[in-house]
């Protein structure tokens, strides 16, 4: 009797607590939310399986620790590796023509990233975060999970957990987020605006793009180039033409594998005793305002646009919401909002498109204007 009293004490059921049990409710509602829900189901089943494991009690297998997990955690986030191989095969998935074919589209995607700035100000003079702790909630807003992760494995790895939780779950709430604000700032009219055609691009714009946008980037702002130029070598192994196996490969196999690794690895960043607290409270909020704020920054860009514009040349301002780089769920939550408001007769999927793209680019300078500044 007391081999087997000495035994249940040092098993997991004798040390769990109630944080342990609050944890399990978290990655039960991800678990849900991707499964029932259809919410960025790739990242959310990892990233919740990670927070359930975090949490067996001398089980070792949190980020933080000596397991296996924390080996992923310190060979795959720590050196930066797996982030940047995430940006590789989103260029290969990425299509830049609708952005090419309306480059007047890449400012809205610039313009939706004000709640990064917004975001960041407040977590520093209002919450009392560091510097370096207030550029890591603020890029929340840029609704980019490899770049969010990426910056704040850098700046602040201690929040990495709330960091990380808050930017996929804002990402996957994009449906329930957006179209609220999409309504308080558009009038009938404005939905209703129907884009002219698209310019034509060509073979040769399309490869010279990711060249030219991947050159002067990493030389304007260095610090972003693992991000953008691995985004830009995915981007012309799509386009070249002659690199099909690789396309596969980056697009595929690669991708899944390192989104496995990166969700778990995150998820087990979030034990009880690091994420129950009040700083995690106030992160999820600033996250929520970073994103609300990114949204509304690349509408009312668009409205400012159509004033300078003439009739006929008008943008549909709704597709400044998509500049989130929340690809390709942001351009869907647009066309859907303004074909319902206008009974199916304006389908702006290609128009948002262009800012939903401009989005990944725009947040990952961000980045690295933080890295820059801070580092």
């Keep these: 009797m007391e081999t087997f009293l000495e035994l249940f004490g040092q098993s997991g059921f004798s040390n769990m607590t109630w944080g342990n049990w609050v944890m399990y409710v978290v990655s039960g509602v991800l678990v849900y939310l991707a499964i029932r829900k259809d919410y960025e189901p790739l990242l959310l089943i990892p990233i919740g399986f990670g927070i359930v494991v975090a949490n067996f009690p001398l089980a070792n297998m949190a980020s933080y620790g000596e397991g296996i997990i924390a080996l992923i955690y310190n060979s795959g986030i720590r050196t930066e590796l797996l982030p940047p191989v995430i940006f590789l095969g989103v260029g290969v998935l ?3 023509r609708p952005l090419l074919g309306r480059p007047m589209t890449f400012l809205l995607g610039a313009a939706a990233q004000l709640g990064i700035f917004t975001a960041a100000i407040g977590a520093a003079y209002i919450f009392g975060f560091t510097i370096k702790e207030a550029a890591s909630i603020g890029i929340i807003g840029g609704a980019d999970g490899p770049t969010t992760i990426f910056l ?10 709330p960091v990380a ?4 779950s804002y990402m996957s709430l994009v449906p329930i987020i957006q179209p609220p604000i999409l309504r308080l700032l558009t009038t009938p009219k404005e939905r209703a605006i129907a884009m002219p055609p698209a310019l034509q691009v060509s073979k040769t714009a399309v490869i010279l793009f990711p060249l030219i946008t991947g050159g002067v ?3 304007a702002v260095p610090s972003s180039a693992p991000l953008i130029g691995m985004l830009m070598f995915g981007n012309l192994i799509r386009e070249s033409g002659v690199t099909e196996r690789l396309r596969k490969t980056a697009g595929g196999a690669l991708i899944d594998i390192v989104t496995i690794f990166l969700g778990i690895a995150v998820g087990a960043t979030m034990e009880a005793e690091r994420f129950l607290t009040l700083q995690t409270l106030m992160i999820l909020a600033l996250g929520a ?3 609300a704020f ?5 509408i009312i860009f668009g409205k400012i646009l159509n004033w300078f514009l003439p009739e006929g040349k008008k943008i549909n301002p709704c597709i400044g919401a998509a500049g989130v780089s929340a690809v390709p769920m942001a351009a869907r939550v647009v066309q859907n909002f303004v074909s319902r ?5 304006v389908n702006p999927l290609m128009e948002a498109m262009g800012p939903n793209v401009a989005g990944v680019v725009g947040s990952a300078v961000a980045a690295g204007v933080f890295l820059t500044l801070l580092t």
């Design 294 to 298: 990114s949204t509304a920054g690349g």
């Design 341 to 345: 408001h206008t009974n199916g007769e």
């Design 152 to 161: 704040t494995s850098k700046l602040a790895p201690h929040l990495l957990g």
């Design 217 to 219: 980037a990493s030389l």
């Design 165 to 168: 939780l808050a930017a996929y």
């Design 289 to 291: 305002a970073a994103f």
């Design 94 to 96: 990425t299509d830049f």
